[in-house]
């Protein structure tokens, strides 16, 4: 038996043979051109290919994982169409006289060196995208399909990495679970492997050599480990540990249409996360009992252009009757950092995810923000809406959302227009916002604590830096410290506190969100009834002093 440790991305036991994934190695030869323009429109061919292709995954994505993992493969579509991109590969093809192919490959390697010398952690994660995009370019140049993990039975995929692309196109009914060499915890594919529930491994010191295909084998995603070729004891153990998880997600089932409350009666609402009206069946599924976060900018980066007030309204509305009367909480548009969308035309920084993102795109752009405000204050007459403004900051901002907010109602009510009356609430999300919680309360009607990006400012740490991986730590006394006071001081105000980034879907900590008195958890939908059968069988009144001392 041989044993390797790697970093859990999902937890979970799959039971079943190794099958090695090796990507095909595309040579690429430098040759000489004599016609340089016909050489230049068969590269724009094959990018044009590759867009089309990048197309497919979002649709098949969005169906699978929602359109916020889905959002990945329009970045690498909006990278394929970068200006910078595409003169280099054509002045090269024209200025050398080289093949199309030897073009793309170079500029690949320099557009990915250049990346990866940089300071910022987010601006080296994109030299992994280049080479995506490249290699996607260079297949069709080739004519050659992407790679696929062909079996006739379900596997345990192993590779060096994998590329969300990669991961996406896996027919799920024949992936038990993916093992690989490389790859961060918090990578887009390690998010795509939890949203679609595969138990997988990152950081796995395993072999790739053919010898291991067709080797009986068990993922633990609890451990981190992976036993290749168990003896009978350890096959035993695993078999009856898949068992009891198994017999627990049929349990999970039951408590469809129950109440999620603790056992001395305290009320938490349950809501799901979602980036698109396509999600909706999996929130009805899991019977989330509301919308704790519909990611709006993805409006945005499905469109070649401004979406229009009509537009909007056309969704925000359709999310609403499809509630119900549940509450439904927007978030405005969180363009900037690793979502960008061209027509914006966002000036290009250096650390972007302390830049010009979010509100701040909001308060400048006022035209853009106005559209979207009359569009989510019309769909508030047709059910539960709640509006959330993220990255707050300042009092100011406040002062400046609710004077525009004023600006568009008097537009609305002049025009004749019916619209509702919304909640209004704010992402808590830095800790200027924690520091000044106290005074934010008393201007907006809820808090959401955003805790990916609380976590990594707090920490100076990019959640999307695998180097940093051991320093990460979204348990930090710190951040656990700051939610804490957040809750508090939102309560002295009597108003609602909730939690949406991906610790509200941390078995870990429900009992101690419920024992300092958070009001409402979002999550993936997937998470929803684990999450309420924890908090069901909580008792606040007897337990919550003690799990209160366990992180504060």
């Given amino acids: 038996m041989e044993v390797y440790h790697g970093k859990s991305v999902f937890g979970g036991i799959a039971i079943g043979r190794l099958h090695i994934y090796n990507k095909k190695n595309i040579q690429v030869k430098r040759r000489h051109i004599e016609d340089t323009n016909m050489e230049i429109e068969r590269f724009r061919t094959a990018k044009d290919t590759a867009i089309a292709q990048l ?83 260079l297949m069709a140049l080739s004519g050659q399909e992407a790679d696929r993990v062909e079996t006739s039975e379900p596997v345990i995929v192993v590779a060096d990495d994998l590329a969300p692309s990669e991961t996406v196109q896996m027919d799920k009914s024949k992936v038990l679970s993916f093992v690989t060499i490389h790859g961060s915890t918090n990578s887009h594919t390690a998010i795509l492997a939890r949203t679609m529930g595969i138990p997988a491994l990152v950081g796995t010191p395993v072999s790739l050599h053919p010898d291991m295909n067709g080797k009986m084998a068990v993922v633990d995603g609890d451990t981190g480990m992976i036993y290749v070729e168990p003896d009978s004891e350890t096959l035993a153990k695993m078999q009856e540990k898949y068992d009891a998880l198994q017999t627990k997600k049929e349990l999970l089932q039951t408590l469809k249409g129950k109440e999620t409350i603790t056992l001395d009666g305290q009320k938490v609402m349950l809501y799901a996360n979602i980036g698109n009206y396509k999600d909706l069946a999996s929130v009805l599924e899991n019977d989330a009992e509301g919308i704790g976060l519909f990611r709006s900018e993805f409006l945005y980066l499905e469109s070649d252009t401004y979406p229009t007030e009509e537009e909007q309204l056309k969704v925000y509305r359709a999310v609403a009757e499809t509630m119900a009367g549940k509450r439904v909480i927007i ?59 993220p990255m707050i900051t300042s009092m100011s901002e406040i002062v400046r959302i609710k004077q525009i907010v004023e600006e568009v109602k008097q537009e609305l009510t002049e025009a004749g227009v019916p619209f509702g009356n919304p909640e209004q609430g704010i992402m808590i999300e830095t800790p200027a916002a924690v520091m000044i919680s ?64 991906e610790l509200g879907a941390d078995p870990s900590l429900s009992k101690w969100f419920v024992s300092i008195g958070v009001d409402e958890l979002s999550m993936s939908p997937r998470s929803l009834l684990f999450i309420r059968k924890i908090i069901r069988e909580t008792d606040v009144s007897a337990e919550g002093e003690q799990i209160k001392r366990q992180y504060l």
Wanted: hydrophobic share 45%; net charge negative; aromatic share 10%.
């Fill in 55 to 137: 197309g497919v995954l979002y649709e098949k994505s969005m169906a699978t994982v929602g359109a916020a993992n889905a959002a990945i493969f329009e970045i690498h579509q909006m990278m394929l169409e970068d200006d910078d991109f595409l003169e280099s590969v054509e002045n090269m093809i024209h200025a050398q006289q080289i093949n199309a192919e030897y073009a793309v490959a170079m500029t690949s390697d320099n557009f990915a060196n250049m990346f990866a010398a940089m300071d910022d952690d987010y601006m080296k994660g994109r030299a992994a995208d280049v080479r995506d995009i490249s290699e996607r370019v």
């Fill in 331 to 389: 978030r405005t548009l969180d363009i900037g950092a690793d979502k960008q969308a061209a027509y914006f035309e966002l000036p290009k920084e250096e650390n972007p995810a302390m830049g010009c993102r979010a509100i701040r795109i909001c308060l400048t752009r006022p035209e853009i923000f106005k559209t979207q405000l009359r569009a989510l204050f019309r769909a508030s007459a047709f059910g539960k809406i709640a509006i959330m403004y």
């Fill in 438 to 501: 106290d005074k934010l309360a008393k201007e907006v009607d809820f808090f959401s604590i955003g805790t990916n990006d609380l976590t990594q400012y707090t920490l100076a740490i990019d959640r999307q830096n695998e180097q940093m991986d051991d320093f990460y730590d979204s348990h930090h006394q710190a951040v656990l410290r700051m939610i804490a006071m957040t809750v508090e001081n939102a309560h002295r105000e009597n108003i609602w506190c909730g939690i949406c980034g």
